[in-house]
């Protein structure tokens, strides 16, 4: 009888230690998913999760005979299909000094695209536009622009890059052999990098007509790096983003042309605030949640906030004035159950993403509000320019251009 008292209070023991460990272990992992988790409320990611938390949406605007609209009725006045496509990308000229420039009362800047035949095309209007040049390099598959528009730059299926001046819209084919391109954040400049036995060659010239010819900078022991201007003291070196590999990102200075390490990760994308150089949304794959986070670091790759947005940085950009961040957060994906190999699969269009559109905080994340939510067309958001008080973006689903007036 005494044993098999003994046995059954060993038993009750057994049981309250294992309570105990697994409220232990239930509460480290509860902090610590707490802190990929953005303030004021959790973003979903490509997943059918709802949006909790306490978001900020822009209160009811009136209509001309002062009756109430709502906040969807607003997100659909203010949102423009420009241009149905299909896009390889698209640029924003952002002064009007060149006689080519037309404005709408729907564009305040002059808007162009490429498409798949390589044609330029201006939108003049909604549903209007004009082409105005050819490229002779064959199939675009990547287009970016200086800071101001007037110097686009086109990366080619047969590797080449060629720049595109919007002042004389003519093209200009640059050395064969380059592998990346990058302008500098003041759009007057760009570098590119070569390839060399062992490492790469990186370049610099100058976008003015009087300085034309290029310069060497430096040569690296770096391989398999896209560059990116992103400070004006710096010139970054990324790694190509895939979840195999945790890849380290190195940067230039350029005040003493020397190496040194920034940060490194699963999948790292970044963009820069140009208007406050060294603040810096870095997204990459954490590991242990399968899933892409963004944090804002500082000039020397430390976060800043704990707070963080779950999309990839590719999907936000700064604001012009650089005091906010719109991200493009992906509420569903056409793989729904399947799971996801992030950020390959997106990269390499296996799957595709349903987004809404949020604004931030640039300097900490926090006070996010909904720009473009709920609406009944399903985009999937890349290539987010803010210039002029509206926002343009391309729809991956289908390579439109649209175009959303922020204040309005």
């Given amino acids: 009888m005494q044993k098999k008292r003994i ?8 049981i309250i230690v294992a309570l105990g460990v697994g409220v232990y272990f239930g509460l480290k992992k509860a902090q610590r998913v707490a802190t990929l988790s953005p303030q004021g409320g959790s973003l979903p990611v490509g997943g059918a999760t ?44 952002a002064t009007t000094s ?29 549903d209007k536009e004009q082409v105005v040049s050819s490229a002779p390099f064959g199939v675009p598959v990547r287009v970016t622009a200086n800071r101001d528009g007037t110097t686009a730059l086109v990366m080619f299926d047969s590797g080449t890059y060629a720049l595109f001046f919007m002042n004389t819209l003519a093209w200009e084919e640059l050395d064969s052999g380059v592998i990346s391109v990058s302008f500098s954040p003041d759009g007057k400049q760009f570098v590119y990098a070569k390839q060399t036995s062992g490492g790469m060659s990186l370049y610099a010239r100058s976008l003015s007509k009087a300085q034309r010819s290029a310069t060497l900078v430096v ?24 979840s195999k590999v945790n890849g380290d990102v190195w940067y230039l ?47 020397k790759g430390n976060k800043i906030t704990d707070s963080s947005v779950p999309t990839f940085a590719d999907k936000c950009v700064f604001a012009y004035d650089g005091a906010s961040i719109f991200c493009a957060v992906a509420r569903e994906n056409n793989k729904q159950g399947s799971a996801l190999d992030l950020p390959d699969d997106y990269l390499q269009q296996r799957v595709s993403f349903y987004d809404d559109l949020y604004s931030m905080n640039s300097s900490d994340l926090s006070n996010y509000r909904s720009v473009i939510t709920n609406i009944d067309i399903n ?27 922020l204040s309005s």
Avoid at 7 to 14: D, E, R, S
Avoid at 282 to 293: E, G, H, Q, W, Y
Wanted: no cysteine.
């Fill in 7 to 14: 046995i059954i209070i060993a038993i009750i023991l057994i």
């Fill in 50 to 93: 709802p949006l909790t938390g306490q978001q900020n949406e822009p209160g009811a605007a009136s209509s001309q005979d002062g009756s109430p609209v709502s906040f969807l009725q607003q997100q659909k006045n203010n949102l423009f299909l420009l241009a149905k496509g299909p896009a390889v990308g698209f640029w924003v000229v």
């Fill in 98 to 126: 060149s006689s080519t420039i037309d404005t709408s009362n729907v564009l305040k800047s002059s808007v162009y695209y490429l498409n798949k035949k390589g044609e330029v095309i201006q939108m003049l209007d909604v």
């Fill in 219 to 242: 040569t690296l022991p770096l391989l398999d790096r896209a560059v990116i201007w992103g400070t004006p003291d710096r010139i970054f070196f990324i790694p190509k983003p895939t």
């Fill in 253 to 299: 200075s350029l005040a003493n042309k020397k190496l040194y390490p920034f940060i490194s990760g699963y999948g790292v994308q970044m963009i820069f605030n140009s208007v406050a150089p060294h603040q810096t949304l870095v997204s990459s794959l954490d590991i242990n949640t399968r899933s892409i986070l963004g944090f804002i670091l500082d000039q």
């Fill in 379 to 405: 985009f999937d958001i890349s290539s987010l320019l803010s210039i002029n008080g509206q926002l343009f973006f391309l729809n991956r689903l289908d390579g439109s251009v649209y175009l959303f007036n």
